[in-house]
């Protein structure tokens, strides 16, 4: 609530008591609930207004600063002070439980880039290009479970990775995605238990890699290192494409964690899960091929319509929340994306790779450790150039 003291005729000290401090509580009573106490006085001067605002310890001393502040000639008016928010925020319902969003501050983070038209490959069950937030987002992908049909997902796994990278922002549904603009090319190498083979697996990268792909996500992985799916991966790497993997589940017991591949393989980027606390998942593994964390316990995104319950995410949920490294890898994967979009295609994808590691925030031992990495990814000082 603002108070303002007309320039001319009756002034507030010429008020009566009563009435000042009438004026002074009801100003008072606009503060902020739990918020600190900080009277904000707009001041007349030959310039431009003088705005100042002054914390107060207790309602008193509020009341106080208001009653003298009312009294002076000078002043325009008074205010508690209270929050101003971004009007750009996102209008999506579920926006408020994206806490990854809010660590990244993802709205200020789209001023400069929203990966427009950069092509992210989601190489895993399938993707529901039907999905009323992923409208517009979703290219024609290929089956390599069921060929010769579409990249139709029958897990939710697949979609729920694309959301977190894609989902239609500001259009008053659901999620938002961290590279909203960007494309999704579905390819389908995991069935409806989330199961697929080296073959599989290798002939999508390889197929990704043909069809114009910038960014290749691998929400999956295995202990097995793989020739196929290694040779696969360097094929993409060969065409300037980014190649981002999940570093796995089984967590860091006394023996460490088994290696998990894709991550382990030359130039992949690595990526573990962080919870909202900003400490490295209990299920995350550790282990040299993590190259960086991201945002990965409880993450909210779109989901499938579908009749059988043990699926998880395809639980006749349009949206749903599910936790690792798989929830993870997508955010590096729309941050790269994001990234790419600002370069305008004038990039390497080993610099991208380079700049996801030296751009992250520093977490848990100091310099580069196996639980976190080289850190929590930095969507701001990537796209900042920050090194």
């Known amino acids: 609530m603002s108070t303002l ?39 007349r001067t030959d310039g431009a207004p003088s705005i100042t605002s002054t914390p107060a310890s207790s309602g008193a001393s509020a009341l106080q600063l208001i009653t003298a ?31 990854a969003l809010d660590l990244f501050n993802a709205e200020r983070r789209w001023k400069t880039s929203k990966g427009t038209g950069v092509v992210v490959a989601v190489v895993d069950t399938g993707v ?63 069935d409806e238990r989330g199961e697929g083979d080296n073959a599989g697996v290798a002939n999508g990268i390889i197929w990704a890699a043909q069809k114009g792909a910038k960014v290749i996500n691998l929400s999956l992985g295995s202990t097995h290192n793989d020739s196929a799916i290694k040779a696969a991966v360097a094929y993409a790497q060969s065409r300037n494409i980014v190649v981002i993997a999940a570093a796995g589940n089984a967590g860091c017991g006394l023996l460490g964690a088994p290696t998990a591949y894709p991550a382990a393989y030359p130039g992949v980027l690595g990526v573990g899960a ?12 550790c282990g040299s091929w993590v190259d960086v964390v991201a945002p990965g316990s409880s993450i909210v995104s779109t989901g499938l319509m579908a009749p059988d319950p043990s699926l998880g995410c395809a639980a ?10 798989s929830m993870a890898t997508p955010y590096a994967s729309a941050t790269a994306a ?15 790779v380079s700049r996801l590691q030296s751009t992250a925030t520093d977490l848990g031992r100091t310099g580069r450790d196996n639980d976190y990495g080289y850190g929590l990814i930095s969507p701001y000082r990537m796209l900042a150039g920050a090194r």
């Open 5 to 43: 003291v007309a320039a001319t005729g009756t002034t507030a000290q010429a008020d009566p008591i009563s009435d000042l401090l009438a004026q002074a509580r009801s100003i008072l009573a606009t503060a902020p609930h739990g918020d600190p106490l900080k009277v904000v006085v707009t001041t």
């Open 69 to 99: 502040a009312l009294k002076k000639p000078s002043t325009i008016g008074v205010d508690m002070a209270h929050p101003v928010r971004m009007s750009a925020d996102s209008n999506d319902p579920y926006r408020k439980y994206q806490w």
């Open 128 to 190: 529901s290009g039907a999905h009323q937030d992923l409208k517009y987002r979703v290219l024609v992908g290929r089956d390599f479970i069921d060929p010769g049909t579409s990249a139709k997902d029958e897990n939710g796994h697949g979609t729920h990775v694309a959301g977190i990278i894609a989902a239609n922002a500001y259009n008053r549904l659901g999620i938002a995605g961290l590279a909203y603009r960007a494309k999704i090319l579905p390819v389908r190498v995991l």
């Open 274 to 285: 962080i919870s909202s606390n900003r400490v490295v998942a209990s299920y995350s593994s």
């Open 316 to 325: 006749g949920k349009r949206y749903c929340t599910l936790s690792g490294t």
């Open 338 to 352: 994001l990234e790419i979009a600002r370069l305008g295609g004038r990039f390497s994808q080993s610099s991208i």
